[in-house]
């Protein structure tokens, strides 16, 4: 789902760059510890101030950013000039463009809440992922998307959405395990998991 009017300004404004770097980022680092040398995979990869801070602050060698809104990926395009270690790309995370098992790190800021069907973008996730790949997340929770209040200024979508423990057990079903947790109340949190190192192994000690 694309940003409305009012998210666009808030997410292409300074002040959110200075958040995601002083505030977001430091905390799903000590989550989930750096990933360096990792092929990353970010959605929502707005103006691509993301994509700066994975390989800056968590040392990830290339960065793959993708966005549904072009407008987005042409943004970050031209704030992040022509470079082989950052691919900018328009794409829809319940259908990536991507090859199974093809990155070590995951960077959701804030982005599958928007997803209508984010059990989808899970699914289409864990696919691209490598074993033993990491996931970096921090999201915005059923308590806050349904608010009254941010209802009216925020476009979500209002069905089938989800708080922390949700989303936690969302990736456990997929054989993810998780790494540590912070929460801001009940609307905002952040956390670090992996993925299942031997999938093999568990394949067969289940049909054992």
């Known amino acids: 789902m694309k940003l409305n009017i009012v998210e666009k300004v808030l997410v292409n404004n300074p002040l959110r760059a200075l958040a995601q770097r002083h505030f977001e980022v430091p905390r799903l680092k ?14 929502g990869g707005g103006q691509g101030e993301g994509a700066r801070l994975i390989q800056s602050e968590f040392g990830a060698q290339q960065v793959i950013s993708l966005d549904l809104d072009f407008d987005m990926v042409s943004r970050a395009r031209q704030r992040l000039g ?7 790309l328009q794409a829809d995370c319940t259908a990536l463009p991507l090859a199974d098992a093809s990155v070590d790190a995951l960077f959701d800021f804030g982005v599958v809440h928007h997803v209508p069907h984010w059990p989808a973008a899970i699914v289409e996730l864990n696919r691209v ?3 033993g790949a990491t996931l970096y997340a921090m999201e915005v929770y059923r308590s806050l998307i349904c608010h009254p209040v941010w209802k009216r200024v925020l476009e979500h979508p209002q069905h089938n959405r989800f708080d922390q423990d949700e989303f936690i057990a969302a990736w456990q079903a997929h ?11 009940s609307g905002l949190g952040w956390l670090a998991m992996q993925k ?3 999938p093999a192994a568990l394949d067969k000690a289940q049909c054992a």
């Not at 000590?30 to 959605?43: Q, Y």
């Not at 054989?175 to 109340?185: M, S």
């Open 30 to 43: 000590a989550l989930g510890g750096p990933c360096p040398g990792a092929v990353a995979l970010e959605i």
């Open 82 to 88: 022509e470079r082989d270690d950052i691919l900018c």
């Open 129 to 131: 992922a490598r074993p």
């Open 196 to 198: 299942e190192r031997h």
């Open 175 to 185: 054989g993810w395990t998780l790494l540590g947790q912070k929460r801001l109340g």
